[in-house]
């Protein structure tokens, strides 16, 4: 497990808002700058919808929200900016570790490879290795772990909801009959 830097962690979350009081943490003005561009793309956009004809016109409400958001982040941006940076953080450490960025990396390899490998294969390598990589307990923990949970969650959306979920390589109608099969023979 990872310990705990005493010099700027007391062991709790300092996800409350603002983090420290009076201080900037490492990366919030970026962020913060990156917010303020991405409300007013999604201002801009909403804009183009019809314009801003009418109370009653479809953009208006696209429109409101995201000047709602354009606005609060202006402000905060506003209260950002002049707060003087924490030295004892960094990015790398304290913000976004290797952990954050080794599932962020697992989540877009998932995203592509669940078209062409389907829901069961590609659900089982993305648990697997998040859970080996997050809990750092034995490659057959977390492969029981996964397995288990990966069949309950698929049983229950799959089977009990009739979800559907891409079926890539594993030949999920024939599974999905022996448990129609199952049941229904058991009625």
């Excluded at 354009?70 to 450490?93: C, G, H, N, S, Y």
């Amino acid at each position: 497990m990872t310990t705990i830097d005493n010099e700027h962690h007391d062991g709790h979350s300092d996800a409350a808002p603002g983090g420290y009081e009076g201080r900037r943490r490492p990366g919030e003005l970026v962020f913060t700058l990156l917010l303020a561009a991405f409300s007013g793309v999604l201002l801009w956009e909403a804009y183009g919808i019809s314009g801003f004809e009418a109370l009653s016109s479809p953009g208006v409400i696209p429109m409101a929200t995201s000047a709602i958001m354009l606005i609060t982040v202006l402000i905060v941006l506003v209260r950002t900016l002049p707060l003087p940076r924490v030295t004892t953080e960094t990015i790398a450490k304290d913000i976004f570790p290797p952990a954050v960025m080794i599932v962020t990396l697992l989540l877009v390899l998932y995203s592509i490879a669940l078209e062409p490998l389907g829901f069961l294969p590609t659900s089982a390598i993305f648990m697997i290795a998040a859970v080996k990589i997050l809990s750092r307990r034995s490659l057959l923990w977390a492969v029981t772990g996964s397995l288990v949970t990966l069949f309950i969650v698929w049983f229950v959306f799959r089977i009990i909801f009739s979800v559907l979920m891409p079926a890539g390589i594993v030949p999920e109608a024939e599974m999905i009959q022996f448990f129609r099969n199952l049941f229904h023979g058991a009625a």
